[in-house]
């Protein structure tokens, strides 16, 4: 079903950035969404043409606005609504390494948690 514009929060739910139109609204709320180079309300209206910056978990997505969609359509369909202008993700090996700990292990003590902050990047 495509319009003329949208809600912004219904937009980024219907194409796909977030798994559910409450999280989109969340993201908006929170600041994590603009609309043109402004902080957008959930109900921020976009149409054709419009620039979305909105972080999304770790990255930043830069999508321009090609069709307005107000219900969740499959995916190929959805990645037709909007060209990608984000930077490519990090490579793997830049991303910090998960510390995994036994279960029942208790609370780090004070050097296991200074080895996790140095593994983690923050010294």
């Not at 739910?13 to 600041?31: E, L, Q």
């Not at 036994?102 to 780090?108: I, Y």
Request: with cysteine; aromatic share 4%; glycine share 10%.
């Amino acid at each position: 079903m495509e319009r003329a514009s949208a809600r912004v929060d219904s937009w980024l739910w219907a194409v796909r950035m977030y798994k559910t139109r409450s999280a989109a609204g969340a993201a908006c709320r929170g600041g994590h969404v603009e609309v043109d180079g402004e902080r957008a309300k959930p109900a921020t209206t976009v149409g054709i043409g419009s620039r979305v910056t909105a972080r999304v978990g770790d990255r930043v997505r830069e999508l321009e606005v090609t069709g307005v969609l107000v219900k969740r359509v499959g995916a190929p369909e959805a990645q037709r609504c909007y060209i990608d202008h984000s930077p490519p993700p990090p490579p793997r090996e830049l991303v910090a390494p998960v510390v995994i700990r036994d279960r029942g292990a208790g609370r780090p003590t004070k050097r296991e948690r200074r080895e996790i902050d140095r593994l983690r990047g923050r010294s």
